[in-house]
């Protein structure tokens, strides 16, 4: 880290920001120029109290880092992008992943119906949540335990791979057991308890972005992740919440190519909870694959009039087909093939 230290300042003072430097576990190396004096703190921030605490002396004028507080999440400490496998199916890389299905589990028959449905669109992976968040007490729940064991049923007769969420620390085994990708959402993305007990899991996470998260938050997120010894991250950028109120959320695709930048992540993009309309969806998602983006999740269902939960923003399964060929055009023109 640096500390600028204001103009002027007397040596004594100087001399002051210099023991607690390496009071802290620094090794100080103070630089002199015409007006100002900085110190060059080296040593590992990891593993050492942080300089911020220094801006409570009067003779400094700010501090500020050098590495990316996100350290494992950066490109500064793996500069090649990370591809993550669930269950052998790739999530980054050339490839670009599908993942596709009801927003919640209803039924075996609609389940089963929308799993070989969006396989035969090209999709690899099955979402569905079993466990869901809802605004609402008195809004459809899910089916628990019992949607997990329908997940599973889709999983063996259609070989799809299995993204579902993950609400609480008590259900992280069931959880586990069924997917092959655990999903954390927007409401849990700073549930740091509920990262730490998904990460021990082993699984790939699936870290969607908080309703009101800045990037280095939610990268920060991501962190917990990873220094909790689990490697397989996948970033989501699912929407913000705003002041416009024409669609449900708003789509940050600059973040997408942001979080690329800066990290070595895969990140994909919910282009239905990013809007919550059902019309939008295919040209999000085909702006998705312009800005980089490393895959999709997508709701989709048998009839999204009927859906017991967000159905403004399913798509049907002839909308989801043509979307898939409309996207062919823009995988071609950026190198990239669904997996």
Not at 264 to 286: E, F
Request: charged letters at 20%; a negative charge; one cysteine or more.
């Amino acid at each position: 880290m640096i500390v600028v230290i204001k103009p002027h300042a007397p040596e004594a003072q100087i001399a002051e920001v210099i023991a607690e430097v390496e009071k802290l576990g620094y090794t100080a190396h103070p630089i002199s120029g015409e007006r100002h004096t900085v110190v060059a703190a080296i040593g590992d921030e990891t593993t050492h109290h942080t300089l911020e605490s220094l801006n409570a002396l009067p003779q400094v004028e700010r501090v500020l880092p050098v590495q990316k507080r996100y350290k494992l999440a950066s490109r500064e400490s793996r500069p090649e992008s990370t591809v993550v496998y669930a269950d052998g199916a790739p999530v980054g890389g050339s490839g670009f992943a599908i993942m596709a299905g009801p927003c919640s589990v209803e039924s075996e028959e609609g389940l089963l119906a929308t799993a070989c449905a969006v396989k035969a669109a090209g999709a690899t992976f099955l979402r569905g949540g079993a466990f869901k968040p809802r605004t609402s007490p008195y809004e459809f729940q899910g089916l628990g335990k019992e949607g997990l064991r329908l997940l599973r049923i889709a999983k063996q007769e259609t070989g799809l791979k299995i993204v579902t969420e993950l609400l609480s620390e008590h259900d992280t085994d069931a959880v586990a057991e069924t997917a092959d990708i655990i999903q954390i959402g927007a409401r849990n993305a700073q549930n740091f308890r509920l990262l730490v007990a998904a990460a021990r899991t082993g699984k790939p996470i699936l870290l969607k972005r908080g309703l009101s998260q800045r990037i280095e938050e939610w990268l920060l997120g991501a962190e917990y992740i990873l220094s909790s010894g689990n490697p397989n991250v996948i970033l989501c950028e699912r929407g913000i919440r705003t002041f416009e109120t024409y669609t449900r959320n708003t789509l940050d695709l600059a973040a997408v190519a942001a979080v690329k930048r800066e990290s070595h992540l895969p990140v994909i993009v919910d282009p239905s909870q990013g809007c919550g309309r059902a019309d939008l969806v295919p040209t999000l998602c085909a702006g998705a694959v312009a800005v980089g983006a490393d895959g999709l999740i997508i709701e989709v269902h048998p009839n999204p009039a009927e859906a017991l939960s967000d159905g403004q923003q399913q798509v049907d399964f002839a909308l989801f087909d043509k979307l898939m060929k409309g996207l062919q055009p823009f995988l071609s023109a950026t190198g990239r093939t669904t997996v």
